[in-house]
C-alpha cells in the first residue's frame, strides 16, 4: 500500500509519536510511506528520513489557507496514495478535504484526545467530514464515546485501537544515563512528560512536589515544551524548587530518560491513554496517574499502578510520598504493568490493528469497484 499520514508538525506529544510509530511500523513491513506536515516538518523529521520515510512539509502560513487544499491534493495524487491517515484536528480537517478532492481510495482520520477548546462548531465540522471518511481510529473509548456523544457520528464509522510502545525494555544503561543526565546515584528521579498546556495539570503537579521535596533527595524532571512554561518556571520559584524542579524542554528520545527515572507521574486533567504512561509501564517504572480518560482502565489502583483524582495536589502528594518512600517494595507492581502493557499496548498489536483496518476497506473498495466495473473477459 501507498500510505501518507498527515498531522500539523513531528514535534513532542503523543499523537506525534503515533504518527511515527505508524509510519516506521508500515514501512518495515514493506508498504510505501510518507509523512506530509501542514506546518514545518518539526524536530523529529530527520528520525523518519533516516529510515527513508519522506516528510513534505507543506509550510501552512494563514489560519484559512485555501491554497492548502490544493497543494495537499496534488502531493496525494503524484504519489497515488491509497490511504491517507490524518491525525489531529486541524489535518483531520484540511487532510480529509484535499484527500477526498484526490479521490484517494481510502481516507482515515484519528482522534487522540478531546481538547477542552472544542466547541458545537467544531462538532458539527466533524460531523460533515464523516461523510468524506471510511473510519475515524479512536485510541481511547473514553474520547471516542465522547466524541460520539458531541459529534452524532455513527459507530459503524468508528474503530477503537488504543495506541501501543515497544515492549523489548531496552533504551539504555541506567547507571551510564543517571550519571549523564547530573543525576546523583542516591538521588530519587520523579519524571513527567507531556505539553506544557493547562490541562495537562503540571501546576498542581509543581504544588504537590514542594510538598514531596520537603523530604530531600528528591527530583522533578518535567520533559515538553508549550504556552505555560513561563508560568510554570514563575510557579517553580515562587514554590522555592530552583534545585529540585528541572525543566529538561523537547526531548527527543524520551525513553532515555524515562529509563533512568525512579518513577513517573501523570497530573493530567483531561486525556485519552497517555502513550508516555504505557512508555514508563513498560520500561519497569512505577506509575502514579490522575484517574482520566482510559487511565482507569489501564491501571487498578494499586495493582499496576497508583491513581489520584484530577486537579487534588494535595492528594497527589500523598501517593507521591508513599511511593517514594516505598520504591523498594514496587516490583509486584511494576511486573504487573507490564504484562499489561505486552498484553493489550505492545506496538506491534497497533501496526497490526491499524495495517489490518487499511487492508479490510481498501479490498471492499475493490470488491465494489469490481462488481460496477466488470473486468471484460478476453477471448481468443
Known amino acids: 500500500m501507498r500510505i501518507g499520514y498527515v498531522i500539523w508538525s513531528l514535534g513532542l506529544g503523543g499523537a506525534e509519536q503515533v504518527v511515527m510509530q505508524l509510519a516506521s511500523g508500515m514501512a518495515r513491513r514493506g508498504h510505501a510511506v510518507m509523512i506530509v506536515t501542514l506546518n514545518d516538518a518539526g524536530v523529529f523529521a530527520r528520525r523518519m528520513t533516516a529510515q527513508g520515510i519522506d516528510v513534505v512539509a507543506m509550510g501552512k502560513q494563514r489560519r484559512y489557507d485555501w491554497s492548502l487544499l490544493w497543494r495537499l491534493r496534488a502531493v496525494f495524487r503524484r504519489h497515488r496514495l491509497d490511504v491517507v491517515h490524518t491525525h489531529l484536528w486541524g489535518a483531520n480537517c484540511w487532510g480529509r478535504v484535499a484527500a477526498w478532492l484526490a479521490g484517494v481510495p481510502l481516507v482515515v482520520a484519528h482522534e487522540h484526545g478531546m481538547q477542552p477548546w472544542r466547541r458545537r462548531a467544531h462538532f458539527l465540522c466533524d460531523w460533515g467530514l464523516a461523510h468524506l471518511t471510511h473510519r475515524i481510529v479512536f485510541a481511547s473509548r473514553r474520547v471516542m464515546e465522547e466524541y460520539r456523544a458531541n459529534?452524532?457520528?455513527?459507530?459503524?464509522?468508528c474503530a477503537l485501537i488504543p495506541n501501543g510502545v515497544a515492549c523489548d525494555g531496552a533504551a539504555g544503561d541506567r547507571a551510564?544515563?543517571?550519571r549523564a543526565f547530573g543525576w546523583g546515584a542516591d538521588e530519587r528521579v520523579v519524571v513527567s512528560v507531556g505539553r506544557l498546556a493547562p490541562e495537562k495539570g503540571f501546576g498542581d503537579l509543581l504544588r504537590a512536589f514542594q510538598q514531596v521535596a520537603a523530604a530531600g533527595a528528591?527530583?522533578?524532571?518535567i520533559i515538553g515544551d508549550g504556552p505555560e512554561r513561563e508560568?510554570?518556571?514563575r510557579l517553580k520559584r515562587e514554590c522555592r524548587l530552583d534545585g529540585a524542579v528541572q525543566f529538561a524542554g523537547m526531548q527527543e528520545d524520551v525513553r532515555r530518560w524515562l529509563a533512568a527515572a525512579d518513577l513517573y507521574v501523570q497530573p493530567s486533567h483531561r486525556e485519552g491513554l497517555p502513550l508516555a504512561i504505557l512508555e514508563a509501564m513498560a520500561l519497569g517504572l512505577p506509575v502514579v496517574a490522575t484517574r482520566v480518560g482510559d487511565v482507569g482502565a489501564l491501571?487498578?489502583?494499586?495493582?499496576?499502578?497508583?491513581l489520584v483524582e484530577p486537579q487534588r495536589p494535595e492528594a497527589l502528594a500523598g501517593v507521591l510520598r508513599l511511593v517514594l518512600q516505598r520504591l523498594d517494595r514496587q516490583r509486584p507492581v511494576i511486573e504487573a504493568a507490564r504484562r499489561v502493557v505486552a498484553e493489550r499496548y505492545a506496538l506491534d498489536h497497533m501496526v497490526t490493528s491499524v495495517e489490518s483496518l487499511y487492508e479490510k476497506h481498501l479490498n471492499v473498495a475493490a470488491s465494489r469497484r469490481s462488481w460496477l466495473r466488470p473486468t471484460p473477459h478476453v477471448y481468443r
Open 151 to 157: 459529534s452524532g457520528v455513527p459507530s459503524t464509522k
Open 176 to 178: 551510564a544515563l543517571r
Open 218 to 221: 528528591v527530583r522533578l524532571v
Open 231 to 233: 508560568a510554570l518556571v
Open 299 to 306: 491501571i487498578r489502583d494499586g495493582q499496576e499502578g497508583y
